[in-house]
């Protein structure tokens, strides 16, 4: 089965650095991607990591290690809009197949 | 372009009543998909297109029915709706060079009394 652990909730400072970690637990893995969600939106697409090492988009970057089964968000320069649900997603087949999806992590940023 | 559309945003149904979700995208992609996001549970695939003219269960797909229309089109049908069916559906699509990134939908939110 297929399986991706993050944590509920987290809380950070305006400004700050803060870092969401998503480990899986998948029978086939081919790449691991990450969506945000604000309250009442829908999911948008982040980042997607296919290959070891980091991604840099901006304010975001998403790092992969693919022997250690794990994956996290970094987020730098915080801001009051980052507040919203993170969500990792593992794509377990190769090519355009469908994505099992984490619990999600509620990020809030505090002044 | 307006991406994914679903119909109808907001739905109250009760027990036993059956709707059809609508959903369309204008991106000419490939795979689309239906999930359902409970609190505390994440998303959660119910079913989905791999292409035209084929459709797959996903995680939960039991009470629920799909109809691949033609390329853009991706419904999703409540036979017998049931209060555990109360949820906030989205739809998805994706495809082509964007394959590894998947297009949501605003989303339906559902009561079923």
């Known amino acids: 089965g297929q399986s991706l652990e993050q944590p509920s909730e987290v809380t950070a400072v305006e400004g700050a650095i803060v870092q969401i970690n998503c480990t899986y637990q998948?029978?086939?893995?081919?790449?691991l991607s990450w969506y945000q969600q604000h309250d009442g939106g829908a999911p948008t697409f982040l980042s997607y990591n296919a290959l070891d090492g980091l991604e840099e988009t901006g304010r975001f970057s998403s790092f992969l290690s693919r022997s250690d089964s794990y994956g996290y968000l970094l987020l730098q320069e915080l801001q009051m809009k980052d507040s919203a649900s993170y969500f990792c997603?593992?794509?377990?087949?190769?090519?355009?197949?469908?994505?099992?999806f984490g619990k999600g992590t509620r990020l809030s940023v505090i002044a | 372009n307006a991406g994914v559309t679903q119909t109808p945003k907001f739905q109250v149904l009760k027990t036993g009543q059956s709707m059809t979700l609508q959903c369309a995208q204008d991106m000419n992609h490939n795979s689309m998909y239906w999930y359902r996001q409970d609190p505390g549970m994440g998303l959660r695939l119910i079913y989905y297109?791999?292409?035209?003219?084929?459709?797959d269960k996903g995680e939960v797909p039991n009470g629920y029915n799909v109809s691949r229309l033609n390329k853009r089109e991706f419904s999703l049908r409540l036979e017998s709706a049931a209060p555990s069916q109360t949820s906030v559906y989205f739809c998805?699509?994706?495809?082509?060079?964007?394959?590894?990134?998947?297009?949501f939908g605003p989303g339906t939110r559902l009561t079923v009394l």
């Open positions: 998948t029978s086939g893995f081919y790449g």
């Open positions: 297109s791999a292409s035209e003219g084929t459709t």
């Open positions: 998805a699509s994706s495809g082509g060079l964007e394959y590894n990134e998947q297009f």
């Open positions: 997603a593992v794509r377990f087949h190769s090519g355009n197949t469908p994505l099992v």
